[in-house]
């Protein structure tokens, strides 16, 4: 069975509406152990697709349950879904129903693994990565999360002071990327990191900055260009330059500037030894050469901050 190419009645094409999709959903029934055992064993036992299909649809319900809990992350629930729904799918594929378990329990691990890839792939524009470590970072982070959260709400429901709960929440943080870092043999800079980046999202330049609509981030941007007036002035000055440079070359006795520009003024410059097979030396000697010459060139050009 194709893991995209199951047939579902189901359209979730980003125009549909979630109340709609729920309802839609909702006309799939339930399956009891006995049924879903027998479409089971007909679809690994006997390829039967249409046995997958109801293996599938009659638990449609269960993955928009557990895509609801990473709606937090700011993705459409329906992208979220789908992605869930793959995982169903690549479940009901490998699900073997002698083990004595039902689908739904089997088919959690699947459903989740395809989320959280989801939203790594989707995260950032800066893919945030999906090594085996980093998935397990995740999934590790999002509980240390739910109890971190649930500490803090805790807190303030006791009346307890909201800057000790903080703090309490840093610490407890601080701590558990620690055993993060001990448990994955990474350092803890590199979970702290991780962190960083899965939890706070990318910006879009076209997102609206106020509360007007009208303008955008991308119009708080500091223009980086580089005025004419400016460009004109570098120009000259590169200029200036060129004429400088090119007077103290000219100004260096012939051997020396004759090493200079098979250096420094040819693209590719030229390798010692050819230059010292050409004048009959060796290479030392050559760069004994060079080195006065760019002393000389350096006197001649003090004021001008040029490095050789």
């Excluded at 004048?279 to 004021?303: M, P, T």
């Amino acid at each position: 069975m194709a893991e995209r190419s199951t047939a579902l009645a189901i359209s979730l094409d980003t125009g549909n509406d979630l109340g709609l999709y729920r309802h839609e959903v909702s006309r799939f029934p339930l399956l009891s152990r006995d049924e879903e055992q027998s479409l089971a064993r007909r679809w690994r036992d006997h390829g039967d697709v249409q046995a997958a299909h109801k293996l599938v649809t009659s638990n449609l319900r269960f993955v928009i349950k557990i895509a609801s809990e990473y709606r937090h992350y700011g993705f459409r629930l329906l992208d979220l879904v789908q992605e869930g729904n793959v995982g169903l799918m690549r479940a009901v594929h490998k699900f073997d129903p002698y083990k004595g378990f039902r689908l739904i329990t089997y088919a959690v691990w699947w459903i989740r693994a395809h989320i959280h890839d989801f939203i790594l792939r989707s995260w950032s524009l800066v893919r945030v990565g999906t090594t085996r470590v980093q998935r397990r970072l995740f999934n590790r982070l999002q509980s240390a999360q739910k109890r971190l959260k649930g500490l803090l709400r805790s807190g303030e429901a006791d009346g307890a002071d909201s800057a000790n709960a903080l703090r309490t929440l840093a610490e407890s943080e601080d701590d558990h990327d620690q055993a993060l870092a001990a448990e994955f043999e990474v350092d803890v800079g590199d979970v702290q990191e991780f962190r960083r980046r899965v939890q706070v999202p990318d910006l879009y330049l076209e997102e609206s900055a106020h509360e007007d609509g009208v303008a955008t981030l991308k119009d708080a941007l500091v223009d980086q260009a580089i005025g004419q007036d400016q460009a004109l002035e570098e120009r000259q000055v590169r200029r200036q330059l060129s004429k400088r440079l090119s007077a103290a070359v000219e100004a260096l006795p012939d051997r020396e500037r004759e090493v200079v520009t098979a250096r420094l003024l040819s693209a590719p410059p030229r390798t010692l030894a050819e230059i010292g097979k050409e004048l009959g030396v060796s290479k030392e000697r050559v760069r004994q050469i060079e080195r006065r010459a760019k002393e000389r060139l350096r006197e001649a050009l003090a004021d001008c901050e040029l490095s050789f």
